[in-house]
């Protein structure tokens, strides 16, 4: 699967939108980009996928550069209930190599009343 | 509806004790994964089952550790001997056939004394 690079941290002000890239540049026609997140002391919580159209959900929304190098997690209107570590993962969709999560380090961010 | 469950959550043992985590998968998912957290080497997929089949146990750090699936609703991962480096949070998650969304459980918080 391609490897991601995520700023390690980042500040954002409760209700404004929290902008998380992610680089992919090695990424291949039939890899996903999947976001996850870990609010301390929980286990990894789903976000929303995409493989080359913006996707929105109840969640968050995601934006993938039309050369699908980098994408962009959203979030509207932060919360301090969104303190977290930000998972931004590229995961193969062939079968037979399995379906697996690799994690790297993520971005930590810090929502600030 | 139940998310993936596991237990205990909470567990301290002397080393050289067996450990045995165990984890209920999202009813009707076939694919179950376990994975471990320390805060040296981040998020870590041990092992993959595919239709209670293990596919992928390429990340089972030695021989200590094992795990079983008997049936589509039980996975076991054992420790013998348990060491204090196994300290760990350990993740087991699930998902509908590979290809889709994995769902993690809120962990196992494992301490070796």
């Known amino acids: 699967d391609a490897k991601t690079t995520q700023p390690p941290s980042m500040d954002c002000a409760e209700g404004r939108a929290a902008n998380l890239p992610c680089n992919h540049s090695t990424i291949s026609g039939n890899e996903y980009v999947y976001w996850y997140r870990q609010i301390h002391s929980q286990g990894p919580q789903y976000i929303i996928h995409?493989?080359?159209n913006n996707e929105t959900n109840e969640m968050a929304s995601l934006i993938i550069t039309e050369d699908r190098k980098s994408s962009t997690l959203i979030l509207p209107h932060a919360t301090l209930r969104d303190t977290a570590v930000y998972y931004c993962?590229?995961?193969?969709?062939?079968?037979?190599?399995?379906?697996?999560?690799?994690f790297g380090g993520g971005t930590r961010v810090l929502v600030k009343p | 509806d139940a998310g993936v469950i596991q237990s205990p959550r909470h567990e301290v043992t002397e080393m050289g004790q067996e450990v045995t985590l165990r984890c209920k998968p999202i009813s009707g998912h076939n694919s179950l994964f376990w994975y471990r957290q320390t805060m040296m080497r981040g998020l870590e997929l041990l092992i993959y089952?595919?239709?209670?089949?293990?596919?992928?146990d390429s990340g089972m750090p030695e021989d200590r550790f094992s795990a079983k699936m008997p049936n589509a609703s039980f996975s076991t991962l054992k420790i013998q001997p348990s060491e204090p480096r196994d300290s760990a949070v350990y993740f087991c998650?699930?998902?509908?056939?590979?290809?889709?969304?994995?769902?993690f459980g809120e962990g196992s918080w494992l301490t070796v004394v």
């Open positions: 995409g493989l080359k």
């Open positions: 993962i590229v995961r193969g969709m062939i079968k037979a190599a399995g379906n697996k999560l690799t």
């Open positions: 089952f595919n239709n209670n089949v293990p596919i992928d």
């Open positions: 998650a699930s998902s509908w056939d590979p290809g889709n969304t994995i769902y």
